[in-house]
């Protein structure tokens, strides 16, 4: 089992930036891929962006693409959510997500929920106009 513990969240102005970081534990070295998910109020839990563990290949949503960037410090076990030009519908609880069972390809496997098997509790990020 991998635990997940998400830190970084604020409120911020749009244009701004936050840096998320996720820091997992426990069986870290079955970890194959991690995401970041986002649930803004009233609508569905959305894919962000996705990392290999272990070869750095990344997958972006739309929505975020040339403004986000996930990075991952393999000796810390932990992955990075850098937002830039951050705008008010990027408000949201954001979540970090592991995938640990078997290896996935990241397009598309890594952007559905179902495919990851350890969640993080959520950090709260709101983007002020």
């Known amino acids: 089992q991998v635990q997940l513990v998400e830190s970084g969240g604020g409120l911020v102005q749009a244009g701004g930036s936050l840096n998320l970081s996720c820091a997992a534990s426990g069986r870290t070295f079955s970890i194959y891929a991690m995401g970041w998910f986002r649930q803004a109020p009233g609508k569905e839990r959305e894919f962000v962006a996705a990392?290999?563990?272990?070869?750095?290949?990344?997958y972006y949503a739309d929505s975020v693409k040339d403004r986000f960037t996930i990075s991952r410090d393999n000796a810390k076990n932990t992955v990075y959510l850098q937002m830039n030009s951050l705008k008010p519908e990027d408000t949201a609880v954001y979540f970090c997500a592991a995938r640990s069972s078997t290896p996935i390809a990241l397009r598309p496997g890594a952007s559905r929920e179902e495919v990851y098997d350890s969640w993080g509790q959520g950090t709260q990020v709101t983007v002020s106009s």
């Open positions: 990392i290999s563990w272990y070869t750095r290949t990344t």
